[in-house]
């Protein structure tokens, strides 16, 4: 019973972890609404008013939320200079509250300074934020002098129950955030064998279902290791350990992604492409006969499921036990004369079972697993020597620094003269709709500037806060209706609403504005000023701030979508081509340089344009069409990533693993798929340039003669040639949908 029970229990955790990894958006809202409980606590004990527990409450969530920085110690540092920017903020609203026109113009200037501090890093915009929502909670509980020493109280109570409950109470560090992130990487990577484990058994009508689980999954799985990406260099010892995790996480991504492809060519009577893992209504590799065999199919059920059982057990729960054996079995499918006898497809997918096995054992070794090799079969010992002389070569290898330089306008600046702009127009607006809470639509302009960078993402991003603004309107007004005046109770289902704003914010900024406003129903009602017309009013001054705010991106200084776009897809070819010509350069014999990092900044840079791509691709834009081909490109370059992956992580082998070794024909290969790609970013840059795409004969035809392959290192050349022809292919389609002109090489 008690070992159900912890299955059950385990289980549950690990769709937890895997749902929120490092569980940072539950960790967002715990402090967050103990943050206010606390400050409501302490100052319920000393008898304040109802306006003083509302300032209390907004500066508890704003010092909570407000903090970015990963050390502890630079956190501690910038609560504590928030503390006096907050007094400061409160105390000028009240001194300037009879003042309209001064009290106007300090508010555009300090929000021109909020967001001109964020160019100072996290701790510049963490101050700027707090100076900016204080102001705005002085305007909402309508501050005045004779009010400012019960508003100092609370706010400083406030910034106390934030660092306890931020320091003491729910204390979270960088290798604590690293280690859960690791634990939902593991939970995800389960998840996507599980999916492919149901596409595996999945019939000719479930198919579709399946492989559009097999995408979500290896996206989700994805995104977990971006997230341990940023959190490698606080949350690891030293340098040597963080490059050793971020390896051990490329291998086990790539593996997983390349197994699932394997399973689809097996199922399809001819090769996978990856855009039928990446866009969605790819045609399905489903046709003809499928060689798998009934007696295969049950094999590798089996074997899928052992995959999944490395991946979950715990990394100390393997000496002596059933799990040795099962690991020892697959790793066994690295050798030739362990596969079984089976098509050629099939056996590629037992291959790529022992290839990530390989990949999990070192996964399980980097998250501090056992070292005891009692149970090793021979194959598992070749394995853990490979991993050995890896992470040895990890060790004494430098990594090189990086010098970027700033040109043109900052971002910071342009935002800060938009965002001031555009308040402007927000206050003129909003006291004409109503004197006394004209700062909603402010406090919208300000909102809709927050990470975005062009027009459309604002458009896109006031259209979401509008939605889930009137729909708040909806909620508030029941809960105003069902709580009454009964204090208390508000509070509770206020401290609710705060946690499952932070809760969503992350995944549905609808969701986000949906809470926020059923939540201000609530503050109004304890306010005693709730009514009908106040939430609609609040409804027409976010429409106001949201107009304000697209007004002030489009006419000040404006970054148009289709310029944003374009200049983060220049940004993913540039790095795509610079990815693809190191790795093979290191696979043909040069030295060795950072390639997993360069791999690591083409995701996020790829990650980048997927977002600014939205407004493109948003359900509700009338340019079909265009969305069309902006999603068939976004996928296009996702492919063209996954096999730049794939050679990064081949060629980071070179000078540790003596399996394998350089093959010097390969000098050279890619220099089609090199001078396309510039061509396709040169194109892009500017229309009026003679670029065009070049194509003609295979990779393999491109070798440059010389010795053949050694025998050893024959098979991950012919690997490297497959991802090169299908990077090369995915290149040359790549240049249609953008226009590119497409020309037949001579060569």
């Known amino acids: 019973m008690r070992t159900a029970k912890r299955s059950v229990r385990a289980e549950l955790w690990g769709r937890l972890a895997a749902s929120d990894p490092g569980l940072l958006r539950l960790t967002a809202g715990l402090r967050t609404m103990t943050s206010i409980a606390l400050t409501l606590l302490s100052l319920a004990l000393l008898r304040a008013d109802v306006t003083h527990l509302v300032a209390g409450s907004i500066g508890a969530m704003v010092g909570t939320f407000a903090i970015r920085e ?13 503390l006096p920017v907050a007094l400061a903020s409160v105390s000028l609203s009240a001194l300037l509250d009879t003042h309209v026109v001064v009290g106007d113009l300090f508010f555009v200037a300090l929000i021109f300074c909020a967001v001109y501090s964020r160019r100072f890093g996290d701790r510049g915009t963490a101050l700027g934020q707090i100076g900016f929502q204080t102001y705005f909670l002085s305007l909402f509980v309508h ?16 910034f106390v129950c934030c660092a306890v409950t931020r320091f003491v109470l729910l204390p979270q560090t960088s290798a604590g955030i690293l280690d859960r992130l690791r634990r939902a990487f593991r939970a995800r990577l389960a998840q996507l064998i599980t999916a492919q484990i149901e596409l595996l058994d999945a019939g000719p009508q479930d198919a579709a279902k399946s492989l559009e689980l097999v995408r979500v999954r290896t996206a989700r799985l994805h995104e977990s290791a971006l997230l341990i990406q940023g959190q490698l260099v606080e949350g690891t010892p030293d340098e040597a350990s963080a490059r050793m995790l971020q390896r051990r996480i490329a291998d086990a991504e790539i593996a997983a992604e390349r197994l699932g492809l394997m399973l689809l060519t097996a199922r399809g009577s001819e090769r996978a492409d990856t855009l039928t893992l990446h866009l969605p209504g790819a045609p399905l590799p489903f046709g003809g006969e499928q060689p798998i065999l009934d ?5 590798l059920r089996r074997d899928f499921e052992a995959l999944r059982l490395l991946v979950l057990r715990p990394v100390y729960a393997e000496r002596g036990t059933a799990l040795a054996q099962v690991r020892n079995r697959l790793l066994g499918y690295r050798d030739e004369e362990n596969l079984p006898q089976a098509p050629p497809a099939v056996r590629d997918v037992f291959r790529g079972l022992g290839e990530a096995a390989r990949a999990i054992l070192g996964l399980r070794l980097a998250l501090g697993g056992p070292v005891d090799d009692s149970d090793d079969t021979p194959a598992t010992a070749r394995s853990r020597e490979e991993l050995d002389v890896e992470d040895a070569a990890i060790g004494s290898e430098e990594r090189a620094a990086e010098k970027q330089a700033a040109t043109g306008l900052r971002p910071s600046t342009r935002a800060a003269v938009q965002v001031a702009v555009g308040s402007s127009l927000a206050i003129v607006g909003g006291e004409l709709l109503s004197p006394q809470r004209w700062y909603w639509a402010v406090l919208t302009c300000w909102i809709v500037f927050i990470n975005t960078a062009s027009t459309g993402e604002i458009l896109v991003k006031g259209y979401r806060r509008l939605l889930g603004t009137v729909l708040g309107v909806v909620a508030g007004i029941g809960l105003a209706g069902l709580i009454g005046h009964h204090t208390w109770t508000a509070f509770a289902l206020v401290l609710v609403l705060i946690f499952a704003m932070f809760y969503t914010a992350p995944l549905s900024y609808t969701l986000m504005s949906f809470f926020v406003t059923a939540m201000l129903g609530l503050l109004y009602t304890l306010l005693h000023t709730f009514s009908l017309a106040v939430l609609v009013l609040r409804v027409e001054e976010t429409a106001l701030g949201a107009v304000a705010g697209l007004i002030a991106a ?57 977002s600014s791509a939205q407004p493109l691709t948003h359900p509700i834009t009338p340019l079909r069409t265009r969305r069309d081909t902006v999603r068939y490109v976004v996928a296009l370059l996702d492919s063209c990533a996954y096999h730049a992956r794939s050679l990064a992580a081949t060629a980071e082998l070179l000078p540790s693993k003596t399996s394998i070794a350089a093959d010097p024909r390969l000098r050279g290969a890619c220099s089609r798929i090199v001078h396309n790609l510039e061509a396709i970013a040169a194109s892009t840059t500017d229309r009026r340039a003679e670029a065009e795409v070049e194509t003609g004969p295979s990779i ?23 991802h090169l022809q299908r990077l090369d292919e995915t290149v040359v389609g790549l240049a249609r949908p953008l226009g590119v002109p497409v020309a037949r090489s001579g060569n």
């Open 554 to 610: 489009a006419v000040v200084l404006p970054v148009h979508t289709d310029r944003r776009t374009n200049e983060l897809l220049v940004t993913v070819l540039d790095q795509l081509a610079d990815v693809t010509r190191s790795a093979v350069d290191q696979l043909s014999g040069a030295p060795p340089v950072d390639l997993l990092d360069k791999a690591r900044r083409l995701d996020q840079s790829l990650a980048d344009l997927g």
């Open 70 to 82: 990963k050390q502890r110690a630079k956190q501690a540092v910038t609560l504590a200079l928030g």
């Open 295 to 299: 007696g295969t199919r049950a094999a």
């Open 143 to 158: 501050a005045t002098v004779p009010l400012l020493p019960g508003l100092y109280r609370a706010l400083a109570l406030a």
């Open 700 to 722: 393999a035809a491109l070798l440059q003669p010389g010795t053949s392959a050694d025998t050893r290192d024959g098979q991950v050349t012919d690997r490297v040639l497959r």
